[in-house]
Protein backbone atom coordinates (compact mmCIF):
# COMPACT_ATOMS: atom_id res chain seq x y z
CA UNK A 1 0.00 0.00 0.00
CA UNK A 2 1.34 3.59 -0.70
CA UNK A 3 1.12 5.34 2.14
CA UNK A 4 2.25 8.47 -0.09
CA UNK A 5 0.03 11.30 -0.74
CA UNK A 6 0.18 12.97 -4.74
CA UNK A 7 0.01 16.31 -4.10
CA UNK A 8 -2.49 16.74 -7.32
CA UNK A 9 -4.78 14.08 -5.07
CA UNK A 10 -4.88 16.54 -2.20
CA UNK A 11 -5.33 19.65 -3.98
CA UNK A 12 -8.88 18.15 -5.24
CA UNK A 13 -9.85 17.02 -2.35
CA UNK A 14 -9.32 19.94 -0.40
CA UNK A 15 -10.87 22.03 -3.10
CA UNK A 16 -13.96 19.84 -2.86
CA UNK A 17 -13.90 20.66 0.89
CA UNK A 18 -13.93 24.14 0.31
CA UNK A 19 -16.73 24.30 -2.32
CA UNK A 20 -18.41 22.52 -0.09
CA UNK A 21 -17.49 24.59 2.50
CA UNK A 22 -19.16 27.62 1.24
CA UNK A 23 -22.33 26.01 -0.36
CA UNK A 24 -22.85 24.63 3.44
CA UNK A 25 -22.42 27.63 5.16
CA UNK A 26 -25.26 29.50 3.13
CA UNK A 27 -27.64 26.17 3.80
CA UNK A 28 -26.52 26.84 7.70
CA UNK A 29 -27.56 30.76 7.64
CA UNK A 30 -30.79 29.95 5.54
CA UNK A 31 -31.52 26.99 8.64
CA UNK A 32 -31.88 24.24 5.87
CA UNK A 33 -31.82 20.62 7.58
CA UNK A 34 -28.38 20.17 5.32
CA UNK A 35 -25.77 22.72 6.72
CA UNK A 36 -22.12 22.75 7.01
CA UNK A 37 -20.81 19.71 7.94
CA UNK A 38 -23.12 17.36 5.67
CA UNK A 39 -22.25 19.19 2.66
CA UNK A 40 -18.36 19.25 3.45
CA UNK A 41 -18.91 15.26 3.77
CA UNK A 42 -21.00 14.75 0.74
CA UNK A 43 -18.01 16.90 -0.98
CA UNK A 44 -15.15 15.20 0.02
CA UNK A 45 -16.78 11.78 -0.71
CA UNK A 46 -17.78 12.76 -3.94
CA UNK A 47 -13.97 14.00 -4.26
CA UNK A 48 -12.25 11.15 -2.94
CA UNK A 49 -14.62 8.58 -5.14
CA UNK A 50 -13.79 11.08 -8.16
CA UNK A 51 -10.28 10.92 -7.42
CA UNK A 52 -10.56 6.75 -6.61
CA UNK A 53 -11.91 6.36 -10.35
CA UNK A 54 -9.31 9.02 -12.21
CA UNK A 55 -5.76 7.92 -10.37
CA UNK A 56 -6.74 4.99 -8.30
CA UNK A 57 -6.33 2.70 -10.69
CA UNK A 58 -3.36 3.33 -12.43
CA UNK A 59 -1.23 0.75 -11.63
CA UNK A 60 -3.95 -1.88 -13.84
CA UNK A 61 -3.14 0.72 -17.08
CA UNK A 62 -0.32 -1.20 -18.05
CA UNK A 63 -1.06 -4.82 -17.86
CA UNK A 64 -4.34 -4.40 -19.79
CA UNK A 65 -2.23 -2.20 -22.55
CA UNK A 66 0.11 -5.38 -22.97
CA UNK A 67 -2.50 -7.84 -23.69
CA UNK A 68 -6.21 -8.40 -25.42
CA UNK A 69 -7.78 -8.94 -22.37
CA UNK A 70 -10.02 -5.70 -20.89
CA UNK A 71 -10.49 -5.47 -17.55
CA UNK A 72 -12.91 -3.06 -15.71
CA UNK A 73 -11.02 -2.40 -12.64
CA UNK A 74 -13.98 0.40 -11.65
CA UNK A 75 -17.27 -1.47 -11.56
CA UNK A 76 -16.61 -2.31 -7.81
CA UNK A 77 -15.90 1.09 -6.79
CA UNK A 78 -19.43 1.78 -9.00
CA UNK A 79 -21.33 -0.59 -7.09
CA UNK A 80 -19.95 0.61 -3.90
CA UNK A 81 -21.28 3.93 -4.57
CA UNK A 82 -24.60 2.82 -5.26
CA UNK A 83 -24.53 0.12 -2.45
CA UNK A 84 -23.39 3.07 0.41
CA UNK A 85 -26.39 4.92 -1.00
CA UNK A 86 -29.21 3.07 -0.24
CA UNK A 87 -27.51 2.59 2.97
CA UNK A 88 -27.39 6.09 3.72
CA UNK A 89 -30.73 6.59 2.67
CA UNK A 90 -31.88 4.00 5.14
CA UNK A 91 -30.73 6.26 8.59
CA UNK A 92 -32.85 9.19 7.10
CA UNK A 93 -35.66 9.91 8.94
CA UNK A 94 -38.18 12.60 9.09
CA UNK A 95 -40.42 13.66 12.26
CA UNK A 96 -42.75 16.19 11.54
CA UNK A 97 -40.67 19.31 9.96
CA UNK A 98 -37.59 17.83 11.40
CA UNK A 99 -35.11 15.62 9.59
CA UNK A 100 -33.06 13.53 11.00
CA UNK A 101 -29.43 11.94 10.65
CA UNK A 102 -28.44 13.72 7.14
CA UNK A 103 -25.15 14.05 8.09
CA UNK A 104 -24.34 10.56 9.61
CA UNK A 105 -25.62 9.29 6.19
CA UNK A 106 -23.31 11.71 4.64
CA UNK A 107 -20.49 10.49 6.77
CA UNK A 108 -21.57 6.82 5.97
CA UNK A 109 -21.07 7.84 2.27
CA UNK A 110 -17.89 9.68 2.47
CA UNK A 111 -16.37 6.85 4.97
CA UNK A 112 -16.91 4.16 2.27
CA UNK A 113 -14.53 6.34 -0.36
CA UNK A 114 -12.10 6.80 2.81
CA UNK A 115 -12.31 2.81 2.82
CA UNK A 116 -12.01 2.40 -1.30
CA UNK A 117 -9.27 4.41 -1.68
CA UNK A 118 -7.27 1.88 1.24
CA UNK A 119 -8.31 -1.02 -0.44
CA UNK A 120 -6.87 -0.08 -4.02
CA UNK A 121 -4.01 1.11 -2.08
CA UNK A 122 -4.18 4.51 -2.07
CA UNK A 123 -2.96 4.70 1.52
CA UNK A 124 -2.02 8.10 1.96
CA UNK A 125 -5.09 9.79 0.09
CA UNK A 126 -7.51 7.87 2.51
CA UNK A 127 -5.66 8.85 5.93
CA UNK A 128 -5.62 12.70 4.40
CA UNK A 129 -9.09 12.17 4.07
CA UNK A 130 -10.21 10.78 7.34
CA UNK A 131 -8.30 13.38 9.12
CA UNK A 132 -10.10 16.46 6.88
CA UNK A 133 -13.74 14.36 7.74
CA UNK A 134 -13.01 13.87 11.62
CA UNK A 135 -11.96 17.27 11.63
CA UNK A 136 -15.43 18.00 9.65
CA UNK A 137 -17.37 16.59 12.54
CA UNK A 138 -15.46 17.32 15.12
CA UNK A 139 -13.63 21.07 14.80
CA UNK A 140 -16.53 22.32 12.93
CA UNK A 141 -19.04 22.25 15.50
CA UNK A 142 -17.84 25.28 16.65
CA UNK A 143 -17.82 27.84 13.66
CA UNK A 144 -21.10 25.85 12.84
CA UNK A 145 -23.08 26.92 16.19
CA UNK A 146 -21.79 30.31 16.08
CA UNK A 147 -23.61 30.99 12.78
CA UNK A 148 -26.38 29.51 14.05
CA UNK A 149 -26.13 32.10 17.06
CA UNK A 150 -25.33 34.89 14.79
CA UNK A 151 -26.90 34.50 11.24
CA UNK A 152 -29.50 32.03 11.48
CA UNK A 153 -33.08 32.49 11.63
CA UNK A 154 -34.48 28.93 14.27
CA UNK A 155 -37.87 28.02 13.61
CA UNK A 156 -39.55 25.69 16.48
CA UNK A 157 -43.13 24.63 16.69
CA UNK A 158 -44.71 25.47 20.46
CA UNK A 159 -48.04 24.05 21.39
CA UNK A 160 -49.95 26.63 23.89
CA UNK A 161 -52.82 25.66 26.18
CA UNK A 162 -55.09 28.48 27.01
CA UNK A 163 -56.52 28.71 30.23
CA UNK A 164 -60.80 28.73 30.36
CA UNK A 165 -62.17 31.34 29.24
CA UNK A 166 -60.37 32.28 26.60
CA UNK A 167 -61.39 33.41 23.26
CA UNK A 168 -59.62 34.77 19.82
CA UNK A 169 -58.51 37.78 20.85
CA UNK A 170 -56.67 36.26 24.23
CA UNK A 171 -55.29 34.21 20.89
CA UNK A 172 -53.60 36.96 19.20
CA UNK A 173 -52.71 38.96 22.27
CA UNK A 174 -50.90 35.93 22.86
CA UNK A 175 -49.10 36.07 19.70
CA UNK A 176 -48.45 39.59 19.75
CA UNK A 177 -46.57 39.02 23.26
CA UNK A 178 -43.57 36.90 21.46
CA UNK A 179 -40.63 39.58 20.99
CA UNK A 180 -37.95 38.93 18.93
CA UNK A 181 -39.81 36.63 16.48
CA UNK A 182 -42.20 35.62 13.71
CA UNK A 183 -45.77 33.67 15.10
CA UNK A 184 -47.79 32.02 12.92
CA UNK A 185 -50.74 29.63 13.69
CA UNK A 186 -50.27 25.97 12.80
CA UNK A 187 -53.36 24.42 14.02
CA UNK A 188 -56.15 24.82 16.81
CA UNK A 189 -57.74 21.76 18.38
CA UNK A 190 -59.97 21.67 21.97
CA UNK A 191 -59.24 19.31 24.67
CA UNK A 192 -61.02 19.46 28.27
CA UNK A 193 -62.56 22.35 27.22
CA UNK A 194 -59.44 24.27 26.88
CA UNK A 195 -58.10 25.65 22.93
CA UNK A 196 -54.91 24.25 22.40
CA UNK A 197 -52.84 26.08 19.28
CA UNK A 198 -49.66 25.16 17.73
CA UNK A 199 -47.54 28.04 16.98
CA UNK A 200 -44.21 28.37 14.56
CA UNK A 201 -41.93 30.59 16.46
CA UNK A 202 -39.22 31.93 13.82
CA UNK A 203 -36.70 33.40 15.97
CA UNK A 204 -34.49 36.41 15.13
CA UNK A 205 -30.93 35.25 15.00
CA UNK A 206 -29.18 35.55 18.20
CA UNK A 207 -32.41 34.88 19.91
CA UNK A 208 -33.58 31.41 21.15
CA UNK A 209 -37.09 30.20 20.41
CA UNK A 210 -37.28 29.06 24.24
CA UNK A 211 -36.11 32.70 25.00
CA UNK A 212 -38.47 34.42 22.92
CA UNK A 213 -41.92 32.57 24.29
CA UNK A 214 -40.91 33.41 27.62
CA UNK A 215 -43.75 36.45 28.22
CA UNK A 216 -46.39 34.19 26.43
CA UNK A 217 -45.94 31.49 29.17
CA UNK A 218 -46.31 34.13 32.38
CA UNK A 219 -49.71 35.25 30.82
CA UNK A 220 -52.57 34.54 32.67
CA UNK A 221 -54.70 33.21 29.68
CA UNK A 222 -52.19 30.68 29.34
CA UNK A 223 -52.44 27.51 31.31
CA UNK A 224 -49.51 25.79 29.45
CA UNK A 225 -46.35 25.48 26.75
CA UNK A 226 -44.71 22.99 25.42
CA UNK A 227 -42.46 22.83 22.62
CA UNK A 228 -42.47 19.83 20.17
CA UNK A 229 -39.45 18.37 20.69
CA UNK A 230 -37.04 17.03 18.20
CA UNK A 231 -34.15 19.18 15.73
CA UNK A 232 -32.50 18.65 12.29
CA UNK A 233 -29.63 16.82 12.13
CA UNK A 234 -27.22 18.82 10.10
Given at each position: ?????????????????????????????????????????????????????????????Q????????????????????????????????????????????????????????????????????????????????????????F??????????????????S???????????R??????????????????????????????????????????????E????S
Amino acid sequence: MDLGLPSEMAVRVALAVALGAVIGLQREIDDQPAGLRTHLAVSLGAALFGVISTLGFSEFEQPQSETNVRIDVTRVASQVVVGIGFLGAGVIFRRGADVKNLTTAATLWATAAVGLAAGVGDGGVAVFSAVLLVFVLAVLRIPRDWVRRHFTRTKRVVVVRMAAGADDSSLEAVMASVADARVGLVGTEKHDGRMVHRLEIDADPGCTPRACVVPMAHRDDVEDVRFVEGDADS
